[in-house]
């Protein structure tokens, strides 16, 4: 009786067991699945005749083998990786399309500037000047392009964040149902179901993917929050992140968590996860990118479009601007964004460029403490001050004024004064014409100068101010009806000699001396008249030339209007010089950079991240990896180990029958001698 | 350690990609010769290299731009050639028009092939380049730079401007002379005159040359100070010298004051870097007209000369649209301070707005150009900044007449040319006044060819050092170049050597890990049950 009994436990016992090793072979491949083993152990002894017989085996477990510690790591690594592979997709072609040949700045810019060279060597033909406006286009073009791939980046982040975090959700959902099952399951039965408890690991290993999450085990349940501390599954219920444009920049999704009572924004404190990775990418590279894009664009558009108003076209007249104008009232609406919070009737900022090589590629959170005072604080958390609306003062090369209601204190608005520049310079010049390549003035020697003295080309003292509007117009009107301008030398004396400056009325307007034989520095004011020749009060322009030789008693010099100077290049080569000279970032004691060290070092800067950003994912697919093999090695099936055990359960149960028909044997051996 | 087979499948499929995208990476490498395939590769290296490409095609334009430097400069310099070989000739000419056996039929042929030359001249000057536009007139290039005034004179009317071009990231060179240079700044060797005080007759007596410049510098510094000079015979050797202010400076003409006509070389003043010659035809020593007895001394002595610059002139002419006939006869400096301070270097256009008031503009005078001054035609003349303007008569509304000014330190060929085909068309023969006239001509216009010539190879001499210094530069920017070409090669460039020996490692233990695999991957419990 007994050994039939325990035959048959060994035979229930090695039954199971050679379930679990076929479950297991089934389930090698099972993602998430943790090999089972079965746990046995002795049935209690009978006291028979003063000692204990044993009756046998119980099955006292079917048992996970897993490891909290190791799938705790494996949680993180998990995050850490996906975090990293997200921002390296994203950074690998930002990285390739700057620092590709066909694709970036730096060679349309140099064949901008090669045409330019071109147009210097022969101002007066119109192929080169044509040539010189389409190199613009396509360097407009290539700027907004690139623009435009940064913005269908932001898209693209955009558009991922909204399925990933429906994914979370999924996954939330699912892991808050399975604490529920896990828990009524356990209740019954003592310990949990392993498929479920494997479920829910890999269910949290997969929003470990999405984002970087934190259990808690409480009660068999597992509690499952966001890296600050937000909760996203609470024993059976589940919190809903959704994506919503509430941040102060519209074009950005902001991620945003649901309780049944309220919603907040944690944009700022999501980490891990491919949405870490997404928003890290986005604050990191694709913001500081298209600032440091849209810089190089508008500094290239501004000091293009003044250089070229400095000069005359091949019409005689000033210059025109090549590029669009970057204080256009258009450009300077769009550089500020207010928050949605804002008192009622408020409207935008206008941020006008007031100089351009002052500009740096932050953004800035402006707040205002009453109605005309406002504080700034730069995006690298520099604090520039406190300042009144009027008179504007000038931050980093920019200035703001009101462009619609009054404001109230507390009123907060983002100034992103380069974010757009990029997309929005095209090329508004259309006839070649009017490109600015020939001084405003000249000076000739009269025909009848005894002397051998020299004037360099005379240079307005002050540029004129492009953006100036009205005071342009009289300025350059002025230089117009004002000149030629005369210098008359007298007879050299005791070492210097003496000049006078007489106006187109041949009236004094000054006088000066100089030292014959070296070079003088001039600088010469000239009183304004108006197109009639009569004076206008209190306006004045001055130039400056130098002086060399020895000019001779009464030798004369006119300073003109360079009306036809077809082949004058001298400003096409000031233009040239901006391909060389510092103009970026000439800001805080910084000596500045060019146009092209400028864009190279946006290059390098892109480059730095995706080089780094392929180190992390090295990194962590490492770490990843040696994570999985850890929980591999405790919790996965290996094929051999089951066909042993598998061998081993055979013999088992082959041994239990021998038990059972020994056992029968026993029995029959009894009745046959009866 | 335990391993389990997925993980031991998976593990050797993940190490597989790695070695295989490495190997492909190598391969690319190789392939395209190029290191750094995007800025993540190596961020600083890719900036330098945007850094020497920029720089590599900056090397690139200012070869370009040496090329047409040197292109235009050699034009300039072929046509300079074809000026100075016209000049020399015409000094030729004009040497063999001094001979005295000379009739005023000779000179009358050497003049027309003086006309040939100046006709030559002016069509070099005004020469075009392969653009179409004017070679000499500075940066108005689609202006003639030279054009012939009515009376034979010539204008100059481009600029100083010169074209620039860049060749280095430091130094630029002018493509370009402009006609300034080339011609206008010749020094003129007849500036002065000599004129001959009206208490004698001048019926050739006693003659002085106009002057001949032989220093520039003493001239400047010394004799525009003093003049005008008295220059007084006290006898038929000796005369006496005094400056402006009446001091007697006959102590610095060498011989002190005497001369000897009849030697050669023994009358001339040299006066401060003047040269003038003194000409004696004595009647003594029987007067032909009363034949009474007289010496040469009595006949040269209280002859007064006035020596000095030759005042400004000023070339006139009338619109020939005029309604009136009115024409310009005389002209002259009145104020000097409102002619040097008012009076344009192009010259101005004159308008008559009725019979009696005028407009006065700078030249050249476009539609929306500006009067500068304006007033009313008084006693048949006007004054314009300072330079008074005689009219024969009321000229009509409208009418617009046009001056220019020409002083007289400076000449260019092209005048010195026209000056010596109209003295040499003009009759001499059997007339000591127009002989006179006719000597004093010559010797400036030789001169003054000379200036012009020497000008002229100036220019070119500035040409020659300017394409020297092209030719330097070029080797300098060979030389850059191929440092570029270098440093962008060893930062950008795939070490191929290297780059094998990777290959190969890599090829090696791709080819091990899959032989592992496939080994290892037999090995199965199972299939020994």
Do not use: C, W
Not at chain 1, 246 to 261: A, F, Y
Not at chain 1, 459 to 469: E, H, R
């Amino acid at each position: 009786m007994s050994l039939l009994n325990i035959g048959m436990s060994g035979l229930n016992a090695s039954q199971v067991s050679l379930a679990t090793v076929g479950n297991n072979i089934a389930n090698a491949n099972t993602a998430g699945y943790s090999r089972q083993q079965t746990i046995q152990g002795s049935n209690s002894s009978h006291l028979s005749g003063g000692v204990f017989i044993g009756s046998g085996t119980t099955l006292a477990d079917v048992r996970r083998v897993y490891n909290a510690y190791l799938d705790n790591q494996l949680q993180t690594s998990t995050s850490l990786n996906n975090d990293a592979n997200a921002y390296l997709d994203q950074v690998s072609p930002l990285d390739k399309l700057f620092s590709d040949k066909t694709t970036g700045i730096s060679a349309v810019l140099s064949s901008f500037f090669s045409s330019v060279q071109t147009s210097a060597g022969t101002p007066s033909d119109t192929a080169a000047r044509q040539l010189l406006l389409t190199n613009a286009q396509t360097l407009s073009n290539r700027f907004n392009a690139l623009a435009s791939q940064m913005t269908q980046q932001n898209e693209g982040i955009n558009s991922q964040l909204t399925t990933l975090i429906g994914q979370v959700n999924q996954l939330t959902a699912s892991i808050a149902s399975l604490n529920q099952q896990i828990a009524q399951a356990s209740s019954s039965s003592g310990s949990g179901p392993s498929n479920l408890l494997d479920a829910r690991n890999e269910a949290v290993r997969s929003l470990n993917e999405l984002v970087g999450v934190t259990v808690q085990e409480q009660n068999g349940s597992y509690n499952i929050s966001l890296g600050n501390g937000q909760s996203l599954v609470l024993g059976n219920t589940s919190n809903t992140l959704s994506t919503a444009r509430t941040g102060i920049d519209k074009s950005q999704l902001n991620i945003q968590v649901n309780s049944p009572s309220s919603s907040s924004d944690i944009t700022s404190v999501v980490s891990g996860g491919k949405i870490g990775g997404l928003l890290r990418y986005r604050e990191d590279v694709l913001v500081p990118a298209q600032n440091d894009l849209g810089r190089t664009a508008l500094v290239m558009a501004d000091k293009i479009n003044s250089q070229l108003g400095q000069g005359l076209d091949a019409n005689g007249e000033f210059g025109a601007s090549l590029f669009s104008n970057i204080n256009s009232a258009t450009a300077i609406s769009q550089r500020s964004l207010a928050s949605s919070n804002n008192s009622a009737g408020s409207g935008n900022l206008n941020v006008t460029i007031s100089n351009s090589s002052a500009l740096t590629t932050f953004d800035y959170a402006v707040t205002f403490t009453a109605a005309d005072k406002y504080t700034v604080k730069r995006s690298d958390g520099k604090d520039m001050g406190a300042f009144d609306l009027s008179p504007a003062a000038e931050i980093d090369g920019f200035k703001l004024d009101l462009n619609g209601g009054a404001l109230q204190a507390g009123d907060t608005f983002k100034v992103t004064p380069t974010r757009n520049a990029a997309s929005s310079i095209t090329t508004q010049m259309t006839d070649s014409n009017k490109l600015a390549f020939a001084g405003p003035l000249v000076a000739t020697g009269s025909t009848s100068n005894g002397g051998t003295g020299a004037l360099t080309p005379p240079v307005l003292s002050t540029p004129l101010d492009i953006y100036g509007g009205a005071d342009l117009a009289t300025l350059q009107a002025g230089i117009k009806d004002s000149t030629p301008v005369t210098l008359a030398f007298k007879e050299a004396a005791g070492g210097s000699q003496a000049y006078e400056v007489f106006n187109s009325k041949g009236q004094s307007i000054g006088t000066g001396t100089i030292v014959p034989g070296q070079s003088n520095d001039l600088t010469i004011n000239v009183p304004m008249l108006d197109a009639s020749g009569a004076p206008i009060p209190g306006k004045s322009f001055s130039f400056n030339t130098t002086v060399s030789g020895s000019p001779s008693k009464n030798d004369k010099y006119e300073v003109a209007f360079n009306v036809d100077g077809k082949k004058d290049n001298s400003n096409a080569n000031q233009l040239l010089a901006l391909q060389t000279k510092a103009t970026v970032g000439v800001t805080g004691g910084n000596a500045g950079m060019s146009l092209t060290t400028s864009y190279s070092r946006l290059v390098e800067h892109v480059g730095a991240k995706a080089s780094q950003a392929q180190g992390d994912s090295t990194a962590s697919g490492a770490i990843l990896s040696r994570a999985k093999s850890e929980v591999a090695s405790v919790s996965q099936v290996n094929l051999d180990d089951e066909a042993a055990d598998l061998l081993k359960f055979q013999q088992y149960y082959t041994a239990s029958s021998q038990i059972i028909k020994a056992a029968q044997e026993t029995f029959s051996t009894l009745i046959n001698s009866l | 350690m335990r391993i389990s087979t997925a993980q031991y499948f998976e593990a050797s499929a993940a190490k597989y990609q790695n070695n295989f995208s490495s190997i492909v990476k190598t391969q690319e490498q190789i392939t395209s010769g190029v290191r750094i395939q995007s800025a993540g590769d190596d961020p600083v290296g890719a900036a330098q290299l945007l850094m020497l490409q920029q720089q590599k095609e900056m090397l690139g334009q200012y070869s370009n731009n040496m090329g047409s430097i040197k292109n235009s400069l050699m034009n300039e310099e072929s046509v300079l050639d074809g000026v100075n070989t016209a000049l020399q000739r015409a000094r030729e000419l004009a040497l063999s028009a001094g001979d005295g056996s000379k009739s005023d039929a000779d000179r009358q042929s050497i003049a027309e092939e003086l006309g040939e030359i100046e006709a030559n001249v002016l069509s070099l000057l005004n020469s075009k380049d392969s653009a179409g536009n004017y070679m000499f007139s500075g940066s108005k290039t689609s202006t003639p730079p030279y054009v012939r005034n009515n009376d034979g004179t010539y204008s100059y009317q481009g600029d100083d401007t010169q074209l620039n071009l860049q060749v280095s990231d430091t130094l630029s060179i002018a493509t370009n002379d402009t006609g300034k240079s080339v011609l206008e700044s010749a020094i003129n060797s007849g500036r002065t005159q000599a004129v001959l005080d009206p208490s004698k007759p001048n019926d050739g007596t006693v003659s002085v040359s106009a002057g001949l410049l032989k220093s520039s510098a003493a001239y400047t510094k010394d004799f525009a100070a003093g003049e005008p000079y008295e220059l007084k015979f006290v006898d038929s050797t000796h005369y006496t010298i005094a400056d402006k202010d009446g001091n007697d400076i006959t102590a610095e003409v060498s011989g002190n004051g005497t001369f000897d006509s009849k030697k050669e070389g023994g009358s001339t003043i040299s006066l401060r870097g003047i040269e003038f010659d003194i000409t004696l035809r004595l009647k003594a020593p029987v007067d032909p007209v009363t034949s009474l007895p007289m010496t040469p001394d009595a006949e040269v002595k209280d002859h007064i000369f006035s020596l000095g610059t030759k005042p400004d002139t000023f070339n006139a002419s009338r619109t020939p649209s005029n309604g009136s006939t009115v024409q310009i006869t005389g002209s002259g400096v009145t104020d000097q301070a409102a002619y040097v301070s008012g009076f344009p270097n192009s010259g101005v256009v004159i308008k008559f707005t009725d019979a009696t008031n005028y407009k006065v503009y700078a030249q050249p005078m476009g539609s929306d150009s500006k009067s500068i001054a304006d007033g009313v035609l008084a006693g048949g003349a006007i004054t314009v900044a300072g330079v008074k303007l005689d009219f024969t008569g009321a000229p009509g509304a409208d009418d617009q007449f046009v001056v220019g000014a020409s002083s007289h330190q400076t000449q260019s060929a092209l005048d010195t040319l026209s000056q010596l085909r109209q003295t040499l068309e003009t009759p001499s023969d059997g007339n000591d006044l127009a002989q006179i006239k006719l000597k004093d001509a010559l010797n400036s216009a030789v001169s003054n060819l000379a200036n012009a010539s020497e000008q002229v190879l100036t220019v070119r001499g500035a040409i020659g050092a300017r394409l020297n210094s092209v030719d330097i530069q070029t080797s300098e920017n060979i030389s850059l170049g191929l440092s570029n070409n270098s440093t962008q090669a060893a930062i950008g460039n795939t070490d191929v050597a290297t780059a094998s020996i990777d290959l190969a490692f890599q090829q090696s233990l791709l080819q091990a890990s899959q032989l592992a695999f496939v080994k290892i991957a037999q090995l199965s419990l199972f299939n020994k049950l």
